[in-house]
């Protein structure tokens, strides 16, 4: 009994809040199963997104990535998922307006730099989810890391992301975003903005669009050096299975689509008005396969 007791203690999942000082603030997070050797981190997207993979924009909670992480460390992988600078809990930082995308990387960095330094993890698979990939896709050879994985990742620039949304669901502003995108590309901000798009090119993220913009996914995915992974979903209606595909090959990545999956990794309907509500719900599972996938591939 004594034996069997000590066996549960050795193999139980572990959950630690971990606190990592960066400027004059912290990132908070959550590292899962720090007793094995094989760390995967996990990015989340854009917005207010926080380390479950929740948005403090909608109504209820989808715990996207917290779902995937107790997959993940059912399998026996140690996870680090977090809260990214101003968002949830990692307050303190420097304003909106004096942000830049690639703050964001830079934090995932330092991140992984601080768990590595404190726990012995002899592997490293980076996981960014949305705009998380792209994060991740940067990071990811400044840390040498073993594997990364595109999870409904960006796959295009992020004008043309947004002009293809805008297109199809309000193609009445579409010459504005694109005139706007002509000067971010040029390097210059927007002082008129339409109120309906004041949201997305408010003044005080300019910069950070600006920044971002000089990062386009084909590039830096071309140029990981892990093994690379995307994932993408049939009914995603933020990053289209094509467009992944399409990254793949030129990449030369492995590519899984999971045809009913949507962008927060829940099986759906297709159309638009039917899955919103999955965004914020909790009772979804995660899509069947996908951690079983993501797990044959780094375990190959």
Request: hydrophobic share 35%.
């Given at each position: 009994?004594?034996?069997?007791?000590?066996?549960?203690?050795?193999?139980?999942?572990?959950?630690?809040?971990?606190?990592?000082?960066?400027?004059?603030?912290?990132?908070?997070?959550?590292?899962?199963?720090?007793?094995?050797?094989h760390?995967?981190?996990?990015?989340?997207?854009?917005?207010p997104?926080?380390?479950?993979?929740?948005?403090?924009?909608?109504?209820?909670?989808?715990?996207?990535?917290?779902?995937?992480?107790?997959?993940?460390?059912?399998?026996?992988f140690?996870?680090?998922?977090?809260?990214?600078?101003?968002?949830?809990?990692?307050?303190?930082?420097?304003?909106?307006?004096?942000?830049?995308?690639?703050?964001?990387?830079?934090?995932?960095?330092?991140?992984?730099?601080?768990?590595?330094?404190?726990?012995?993890f002899?592997?490293?698979?980076?996981?960014?989810?949305?705009?998380?990939?792209?994060?991740?896709?940067?990071?990811?050879?400044?840390?040498?890391?073993?594997?990364?994985?595109?999870?409904?990742?960006?796959?295009?620039?992020?004008?043309?992301?947004?002009?293809?949304?805008?297109?199809?669901?309000?193609?009445?502003?579409?010459?504005?975003?694109?005139?706007?995108?002509?000067?971010?590309?040029?390097?210059k901000?927007?002082?008129?903005?339409?109120?309906?798009?004041?949201s997305?090119?408010?003044?005080?993220?300019?910069?950070?669009?600006?920044?971002?913009?000089?990062?386009?996914?084909?590039?830096?995915?071309?140029?990981?050096?892990?093994?690379?992974?995307?994932?993408?979903?049939?009914?995603?209606?933020?990053?289209?299975?094509?467009?992944?595909?399409?990254?793949?090959?030129?990449?030369?990545?492995?590519?899984?689509?999971f045809?009913?999956?949507?962008?927060?990794?829940?099986?759906?309907?297709?159309?638009?008005?039917?899955?919103?509500?999955?965004?914020?719900?909790?009772?979804?599972?995660?899509?069947?396969?996908?951690?079983?996938?993501?797990?044959?591939?780094?375990?190959?």
């Amino acid at each position: 009994m004594l034996m069997l007791i000590i066996s549960l203690m050795f193999n139980f999942s572990f959950s630690n809040e971990i606190e990592i000082p960066i400027e004059n603030a912290k990132i908070y997070g959550t590292l899962e199963n720090p007793n094995s050797e094989h760390l995967i981190l996990l990015i989340s997207g854009s917005g207010p997104t926080d380390r479950n993979g929740n948005s403090s924009l909608l109504g209820g909670d989808n715990n996207s990535l917290k779902y995937l992480s107790d997959g993940l460390n059912e399998k026996g992988f140690a996870t680090f998922r977090y809260d990214k600078r101003m968002i949830a809990k990692s307050k303190g930082f420097k304003g909106e307006d004096s942000t830049l995308f690639y703050d964001f990387v830079s934090d995932a960095i330092n991140v992984v730099k601080y768990i590595k330094s404190n726990y012995k993890f002899k592997k490293l698979t980076i996981i960014g989810h949305s705009e998380g990939a792209l994060i991740g896709g940067i990071a990811s050879n400044k840390l040498n890391a073993d594997n990364f994985i595109s999870l409904c990742g960006l796959s295009e620039s992020i004008d043309s992301t947004v002009v293809n949304q805008i297109s199809e669901r309000a193609p009445a502003v579409l010459d504005e975003v694109k005139s706007i995108f002509d000067s971010f590309n040029s390097g210059k901000t927007v002082d008129s903005i339409n109120p309906m798009l004041y949201s997305i090119f408010r003044p005080s993220i300019q910069s950070f669009i600006i920044n971002m913009l000089k990062y386009n996914p084909n590039n830096v995915y071309k140029e990981i050096k892990a093994n690379k992974l995307f994932i993408s979903g049939g009914h995603d209606i933020q990053i289209y299975s094509d467009d992944v595909k399409k990254l793949a090959t030129n990449c030369n990545a492995k590519y899984i689509d999971f045809p009913e999956m949507n962008h927060v990794l829940k099986k759906t309907p297709k159309a638009y008005f039917d899955q919103i509500s999955s965004y914020s719900d909790p009772n979804l599972p995660l899509y069947e396969g996908l951690v079983d996938s993501i797990v044959k591939f780094i375990e190959k």
